[in-house]
T-cell receptor, first 112, second 114 residues
Framework: GQQLNQSPQSMFIQEGEDVSMNCTSS?????WLWYKQEPGEGPVLLIA?????ELTSNGRLTAQFGITRKDSFLNISASIPSDVGIYFC????????????FGKGTKLSVKP | KAGVTQTPRYLIKTRGQQVTLSCSPISGHRSVSWYQQTPGQGLQFLFEYFSETQRNKGNFPGRFSGRQFSNSRSEMNVSTLELGDSALYLC?????????????FGQGTRLTVV
């Protein structure tokens, strides 16, 4: 099935560093969602974006909806060990309320 | 508000058998979507149910089916299981009518086919 291009695939960083990851698509999306998944759990919604150019924060997390509506990025500032997990972007096209298209995820490892 | 509840959490089945998974959405939510997650393919959309009707369908064979009840609870059925069906099956709950969309996932059911 169709998927978004999410990069990087994995990141190994030192505690306190900032992190940036992004998703791109050849298609236009109406909504971008960012999720975090920990082992054995379902994805947890972190941030939702609904308008081109929108910049939204949730604590140390900031995400932006690209102007072209074909991309989005997520930044994590001052990373801590509990940020470890897999981060997924998901896009929703118009007219398909329940059909999210996911990136393959960015696996984040944080060294204390 | 209770979250999305999926049962069972773990299942082991034999090739050729069939399996039924259950999902109870967040109270008030009428849309339930199902996803298959595997290391190789990532998260793939199976189908969405809204008000007891299938509203969207992904590219999975007919062995994968689902239904939704009047209380919005949904079940997913996989018949004639294959080894490749081993995966984490996730359901997502959303209002189904409101935009903007926010979809919340359950913990998933880990299915192992042997």
């Amino acid at each position: 099935g169709q998927q978004l291009n999410q990069s990087p695939q994995s990141m190994f960083i030192q505690e306190g560093e900032d992190v940036s990851m992004n998703c791109t698509s050849s298609s236009i999306f109406n909504t971008w969602l960012w999720y975090k998944q920990e082992p054995g759990e379902g994805p947890v919604l972190l941030i939702a974006l609904y308008k081109a150019g929108e910049l939204t924060s949730n604590g140390r997390l900031t995400a932006q909806f690209g102007i072209t509506r074909k991309d989005s990025f997520l930044n994590i500032s001052a990373s801590i060990p509990s940020d470890v997990g897999i981060y997924f972007c998901a896009g929703q096209k118009g007219g398909s309320q329940g059909n999210l298209i996911f990136g393959k995820g960015t696996k984040l490892s944080v060294k204390p | 508000k209770a979250g999305v509840t999926q049962t069972p959490r773990y299942l082991i089945k034999t090739r050729g058998q069939q399996v039924t998974l259950s999902c109870s959405p967040i109270s008030g939510h009428r849309s339930v979507s199902w996803y298959q997650q595997t290391p190789g393919q990532g998260l793939q959309f199976l189908f969405e149910y809204f008000s007891e009707t299938q509203r969207n369908k992904g590219n999975f064979p007919g062995r994968f089916s689902g239904r939704q009840f009047s209380n919005s609870r949904s079940e997913m059925n996989v018949s004639t299981l294959e080894l490749g069906d081993s995966a984490l099956y996730l359901c997502a709950s959303s209002s189904g009518t409101l935009t903007p969309l926010q979809a919340f996932f359950g913990q998933g059911t880990r299915l192992t086919v042997v």
